[in-house]
């Protein structure tokens, strides 16, 4: 079983950034895909980005094109989230989440191991 924990979540203002990191607490990161998900208040969790197990392959969320890049770092067992030009509407609590196999994923179904969350609050 991956576990897996997130950090780099905090207060930004409009227009900031923040990076967020996830990494795994023992081996076996390498062999699944990874990925972010969010859920806001009130609101279904929902797809962010994923990345392939060897990094080769990323897919975004149509709101995160252009100002997330997700990234990975296989040998220290951590994944990254660079978020720039922060909106209020990030605001949410990210969620680690990882994919037994290659290949990259969207949905919360495919999903084998959530981390905790890390929460982002995007206000001025």
């Known amino acids: 079983q991956l576990q897996v924990v997130e950090s780099g979540g905090g207060l930004v203002q409009p227009g900031g950034s923040l990076r967020l990191a996830c990494a795994a607490s023992?081996?076996?990161?390498?062999?699944?895909?990874m990925g972010w998900f969010r859920q806001a208040p009130g609101k279904e969790r929902e797809f962010v980005a994923s990345?392939?197990?060897?990094?080769?392959?990323?897919t975004y969320a149509r709101f995160a094109g252009g100002r997330f890049a997700i990234s990975r770092d296989n040998s220290e067992s951590t994944m990254y989230l660079q978020m720039n030009s922060l909106k209020l509407e990030d605001t949410a609590v990210y969620y680690c989440?990882?994919?037994?196999?290659?290949?990259?994923?969207?949905?919360?179904?495919?999903?084998?191991?959530w981390g905790q969350g890390t929460q982002v609050t995007v206000s001025s």
């Open positions: 023992q081996l076996g990161f390498s062999d699944h895909a």
């Open positions: 989440a990882a994919k037994v196999g290659e290949g990259v994923f969207l949905d919360t179904t495919e999903v084998d191991y």
């Open positions: 990345i392939s197990r060897s990094g080769f392959t990323t």
